[in-house]
């Protein structure tokens, strides 16, 4: 083979390269979710959220972003979730409804996944908390 001391080590190199993602992935420790605080209704009871958890820990920041743009550009204020039932696109009056414990419910997710929203450039953050 033609200047083989040069290919076969760089064919090693390149194998190597192009599965370190899949070899970095196995030793990886698996995420811990941190521990929220859980939401709960005016009167102390369980509440249902917009979106089923599993769903809104992944979307929840697609779906608010989508809502302001509804509600700002379309002037479309009504959210019809996959149970079908409608809520109104709030961050304020249908999220912070339930989830008023910023420090203990958004802050401890976002600081613990290095995330800075910009919500609270524009609202305020509940209960004087940020």
């Known amino acids: 083979m ?4 040069y290919v076969i080590p760089g064919i090693i190199l390149f194998v190597v390269i192009f599965t ?3 070899w970095l992935n196995i030793f990886t420790p698996k995420y811990n979710y941190p521990e929220l605080a859980k939401p709960v209704g005016p009167n102390g009871e369980a509440v249902e959220c ?9 979307n929840h920041m697609d779906l608010l972003i989508s809502w302001r743009d ?3 550009r379309d002037e ?3 959210y019809v979730s996959s149970t079908g039932k409608e809520w109104e696109t709030s961050l304020q009056k249908t999220c912070f409804a339930c989830h008023s414990d910023y420090d203990n419910f958004c802050l401890k997710c976002h600081d613990q996944n290095a995330v800075e929203p910009y919500c609270w450039d ?3 953050v509940p209960q004087g908390n940020k």
């Open 20 to 22: 370190s993602p899949f």
């Open 76 to 78: 479309k204020r009504v």
């Open 2 to 5: 033609y200047n083989s001391k």
């Open 50 to 58: 917009v979106e089923p958890v599993k769903w809104m820990r992944a």
């Open 70 to 72: 509804a509600a700002l």
């Open 122 to 124: 524009c609202h305020i």
